[in-house]
């Protein structure tokens, strides 16, 4: 069984920044790519960044230079940077992970959303 867990979030001004976790956690052979999604209220999911196991990192445009994924391999941890927040940001956030199993195996896992409000 696999978990991932976020933190972070919340309320935060426009122009201020936060930093979202994702801990992944179980029975698993090894975390493939990681990313983060999120959804505004009455709009669809979508990719925010994602990055692969060995490091390289894309993001969306919206986003570009304002926010940061990056992971910790040695923690299983997924984390999103996010700095100049605008309110438009303001969204669910979810991380999903590749996991791989020891057959190598690869599935799909979502963390429960983490919500982040941006206030003007």
């Known amino acids: 069984q696999v978990q991932l867990t976020e933190s972070g979030g919340g309320l935060v001004q426009a122009g201020g920044s936060t930093r979202l976790s994702c801990a992944i956690s179980g029975n698993f052979f090894s975390i493939g790519t990681g990313a983060w999604y999120r959804q505004a209220p009455g709009k669809q999911r979508e990719l925010v960044a994602n990055i692969t196991s060995l490091g390289s990192a894309n993001t969306q445009d919206s986003v570009n230079g304002r926010f940061t994924i990056s992971r910790d391999n040695t923690k299983n941890t997924v984390y999103l940077q996010m700095t100049r927040l605008k309110p438009e940001d303001t969204a669910v956030y979810y991380c999903?992970?590749?996991?791989?199993?020891?057959?190598?195996?690869?599935?799909?896992?979502w963390g429960q959303g983490t919500r982040v409000i941006v206030s003007s």
């Open positions: 999903n992970v590749q996991i791989y199993n020891q057959r190598y195996e690869r599935n799909s896992y």
